[in-house]
């Protein structure tokens, strides 16, 4: 019995790994970890106005349209101007910026989209990894250059304050101090710079 136990959670490695997660998430649930406290004072009025962008498939021929199902992610586009607060300061993400949420693994992908309870962490940290900073409200002055350790931090401090869920939002953070640095330095290397709007 034990054994068939174990050779189902075996088989079934992803169900598992979901299985403990939410049970860890659980326990420091009773023992009082996730409260609804302010870390970064992350506060908005109305959620994102956002549209998908079509996955650009056409084209590509079969193997081309097969690559990208597997290894592409669905981007999206900011459609009206998203205000939000952050420690008693507003910004904004403006109409236009495209992101594609936080990353997710595509073998995740159906537990966790990256769209989900993630979103708002994920939009802000995007927008930061692209350029460094945050654009101010007034769309013509900018938060002090942010390191990427910060960002992620951000990440998750936003995310915590969202959804309660210290144990899944640490280990997305985790990931991205593992691997974030790809997109990072992607951005660097390509000069990503905000644009400044005219008084």
């Avoid at 959620?47 to 996955?55: E, F, G, S, V």
Wanted: net charge neutral; proline share 4%.
């Amino acid at each position: 019995m034990v054994e068939t136990i174990i050779d189902l959670l075996y088989s079934y490695w992803i169900f598992t790994a979901v299985l403990v997660l939410i049970l860890v998430g659980w326990l420091a649930n009773l023992v009082g970890i996730d409260q609804n406290e302010d870390i970064v004072g992350f506060k908005y009025k109305e959620m994102p106005n956002m549209r998908p962008i079509r996955i650009p498939t056409d084209g590509k021929g079969f193997w081309g349209a097969i690559w990208h199902w597997f290894w592409g992610v669905r981007q999206w586009e900011i459609a009206k101007d998203f205000v939000f607060e952050l420690n008693g300061e507003e910004y904004v993400i403006p109409a236009g910026f495209t992101f594609d949420g936080a990353s997710v693994p595509k073998f995740l992908a159906s537990w966790l989209s990256p769209v989900g309870i993630l979103l708002m962490g994920g939009l802000v940290h995007d927008y930061i990894y692209k350029y460094t900073v945050l654009l101010k409200a007034n769309k013509h002055q900018v938060s002090p250059v942010m390191t990427q350790k910060e960002a992620d931090i951000l990440f998750r401090d936003i995310n915590i304050e969202q959804n309660g869920i210290h144990v899944l939002n640490y280990a997305a953070y985790y990931a991205l101090r593992l691997g974030g640095f790809v997109a990072w330095k992607g951005h660097r290397k390509a000069g990503c710079k905000v644009e400044l709007y005219d008084k």
